[in-house]
């Protein structure tokens, strides 16, 4: 079946350090791959995805890369910051576009000063 | 972004009883709402798929008649959780889907707590 398996949390860092949360997916066809996140007290927001292979996406400093080779979207960034606390969701689609996510269980990111 | 509300943000009731949750697109219109059920730790699931004006599509494993839902406008869908038994409390969550821009983006609403004593 299709599944998102992601690294389970809490992951504690300090303000500036390297982050990298991973992400593996198992899915027949060619899913797209997102990165959503969740602040405290908000709903899920797109952080970031990739359509197709070896594609990178990108936004607010963070970035992943869609492998199919190693079927992963690790999440990075190189400094994070204190306001980036929150719980990170690694999820795919199998339409191409945003019907029927398949999440994972979410990371939650503490970044202490 | 967009904004997707959910109403009551939680709600408490007796086992037996049916609770309605709302799910509203605040400045665009819907034609395809999700409702998703999160356990503690654990993945968001994807519940139905709620089309305005049409009958909802459910996942599998899901009881159509114990999760009523309703897409009866462009703004608006609501879950009723009938007969709820302790087992429902969960953490329920909508999104809504805006395909009328450039980009076909997925919004979500900040969820509800439902507790069944």
């Known amino acids: 079946g299709n599944s998102v398996t992601q690294m389970e949390g809490p992951v504690t860092l300090s303000e500036e350090a390297f982050l990298t949360i991973n992400c593996t997916y198992t899915a027949t066809g060619y899913p797209s791959l997102f990165w959503y996140v969740q602040y405290p007290g908000e709903g899920l927001q797109l952080l970031l995805k990739a359509t197709k292979a070896d594609d990178k996406g990108s936004n607010k400093g963070f970035e992943a890369t869609y492998r199919k080779e190693t079927t992963s979207f690790h999440l990075e960034k190189g400094s994070v910051q204190v306001s980036d606390s929150a719980v990170y969701f690694c999820?795919?689609?199998?339409?191409?576009?945003?019907?029927?996510?398949?999440f994972g269980a979410g990371t939650r990111l503490a970044v202490h000063p | 972004g967009a904004v997707v509300s959910q109403h009551p943000s939680w709600v408490i009731c007796k086992s037996g009883t049916s609770v309605k949750i709302e799910c509203r697109s605040l400045d665009f219109q819907a034609t395809t709402m999700f409702w998703y059920r999160q356990f503690p730790k654990q993945s968001l699931m994807l519940m139905a798929t709620?089309?305005?004006?049409?009958?909802?599509?459910?996942e599998q494993g899901v009881e159509k008649d114990k999760f009523l839902i309703n897409h009866a406008s462009l703004t608006l869908s609501t879950l009723t959780v009938t007969s709820a038994h302790p087992e429902d409390s969960s953490f329920y969550i909508c999104?809504?889907?805006?395909?009328?821009?450039?980009?076909?983006?997925?919004?979500f609403g900040p969820g509800t707590r439902l507790t069944v004593l």
């Open positions: 999820a795919l689609s199998l339409s191409g576009g945003y019907n029927k996510l398949i």
């Open positions: 709620s089309n305005e004006g049409s009958k909802a599509t459910y």
């Open positions: 999104s809504a889907r805006d395909s009328t821009g450039a980009t076909d983006t997925q919004y």
